[in-house]
């Protein structure tokens, strides 16, 4: 299976939960991947960034890595999260990670330093170059300042080797659409924004990495299963369910509240 069909559908960003001494929470992680699978998610997201990984020593990550590839058992495949804005130190934790038992590496674009387009370029060019696992770019201007442009997405899918796709939360659905319209033809393009899942699969995108899919991986993965098949009526119907789900878990504050207390809670939602 290509790694094009293997990320077809809904990967989920997992969160890492805590418990009150803020050491990791290993059994509630172990719930958490347990409950996605079984909702299921096509695939899992170690050490995204809503894994709290900015504040999680090199120690926590690789075990939460190994954790992760122990507690999923082969179920469904595992990416994982290796980003930040420290291009040589990136090399570095690529070169020495235990990514044996992942598909692809999902990286985000540097946050705070704001660097231009051809910066941007030359940092996932050079990641790429070492990385061991095809690499995913991540593009969430809203929470590194700063946007990866079209044509920066383009010139480094067809012209660097090793760069498979990208994560795309920029919310401009122009800025998507161009993409789409002139990426490699296996370049793979899923949505990074809950919201938008819909008519960014509408406009030909292939799934979605998610969040609130840690709370409501069925509703999320029949969802976006709907969009695939070109049921985009039924889909709707998920969809405003999911709406409302989001706002009642507090979606801007869900992160952080979820791995503050070490669980991950379902808000009590009718969904018929």
Avoid at 31 to 44: A, F, M, S
Avoid at 48 to 56: A, K, M, N, S, V
Avoid at 70 to 93: C, H, Q, S, W, Y
Avoid at 139 to 154: E, F, H, I, Q, S
């Amino acid at each position: 299976m290509s790694l094009r069909q293997t990320l077809r559908g809904t990967g989920v960003a997992l969160i890492t939960p805590f418990r009150p001494d803020y050491s990791i929470d290993y059994d509630a992680l172990g719930k958490v991947i347990d409950h996605v699978i079984t909702g299921g998610v096509e695939y899992v997201v170690s050490l995204g960034t809503t894994g709290e990984t900015p504040t999680l020593s090199k120690e926590e990550k690789i075990a939460i890595a190994n954790f992760t590839y122990e507690k999923v058992a082969g179920r469904v495949p595992v990416v994982v999260g290796i980003g930040g804005n420290n291009t040589a130190e990136l090399i570095d934790e690529l070169k020495s990670f235990p990514l044996g038992k992942a598909v692809a590496v999902l990286s985000a674009s540097p946050y705070y330093s704001k660097p231009s387009q051809e910066g941007l370029f030359q940092h996932y060019k050079a990641l790429a170059a070492v990385s061991p696992k095809p690499l995913l770019l991540y593009n969430v201007p809203g929470r590194t300042g700063r946007n990866l442009a079209a044509a920066t997405t383009l010139r480094l899918a067809k012209e660097v080797g090793n760069i498979a796709g990208i994560k795309e939360a920029s919310g401009d659905m122009a800025q998507c659409m161009e993409i789409l319209r002139d990426k490699p033809k296996d370049f793979i393009l899923v949505s990074g924004d809950d919201a938008l899942t819909l008519p960014q699969i509408a406009c030909g995108m292939e799934g979605v990495i998610s969040v609130a899919a840690n709370s409501f991986p069925r509703l999320f993965t029949d969802m976006v299963r709907l969009c695939l098949k070109g049921d985009f009526v039924a889909a709707k119907g998920l969809n405003d369910k999911l709406i409302l789900s989001s706002t009642a878990s507090g979606a801007g504050e869900r992160r952080t509240a979820g791995k503050s207390e070490g669980l991950c809670f379902e808000p009590d939602i009718n969904y018929d």
